[in-house]
């Protein structure tokens, strides 16, 4: 699992991005199945180096067995099944897990919230679960995942 563009070889690059499809669907090259998702830029995707814009998992068998030894584990990951890929603007989420996002953990959003990049993410100042930038509860001296937070941590005066 990682950038296509580093184990793929040279020779067959430009054969391979011919027949591939970046939207997560699985595609035949070579009799192998393989799924790329385009991630919308370069750099660093949850420690995957991305080169060509795509991450992907490509069966060992198509790889050029130097450029993987060179490219795992700094680069890309060795995988024992077929991982999902999915993108959501710009989240990259692999088996259901994203690798360059948080999820929302409000009790709103209840284990089923939306993915934001890290620096969209808030903590709760009181019980420290991630928030994200639409759900968080503003209250005078922080930031909250819930009003039952912010009332832990300050308290309403009642009179
Ligand atoms: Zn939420
Ligand atoms: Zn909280």
Redesign the pocket.
């Known amino acids: 699992m990682g950038d296509p563009c580093y184990v793929i070889p040279d020779d067959e690059w430009s054969d391979f991005c011919h027949i591939m499809r970046d939207d997560g669907e699985d595609f035949e090259y070579k009799d192998e199945t393989c799924r790329v998702i385009k991630t919308g830029g370069d750099g660093d995707f949850g420690g995957l180096s991305v080169d060509a814009g795509i991450i992907g998992v490509i069966p060992v068998s198509l790889c050029d067995p130097q450029s993987l030894k060179d490219t795992v584990p700094n680069h890309a990951r060795l995988i024992n099944n077929f991982a999902t890929l999915e993108a959501d603007y710009g989240i990259i989420i692999i088996d259901g897990e994203a690798i360059n996002g948080l999820q929302c953990e409000?009790s709103y959003c209840n284990g089923r919230g939306e993915w934001y990049y890290e620096d969209q993410m808030s903590y709760?100042?009181?019980?420290?679960?991630p928030?994200g930038s639409s759900c968080v509860e503003y209250g005078e001296n922080g930031e909250?995942?819930?009003s039952?937070?912010?009332e832990?941590r300050e308290p309403e005066d009642e009179d």
């Open positions: 409000c709760c100042d009181s019980c420290g679960c928030v909250y995942c819930s039952w937070c912010k832990e």
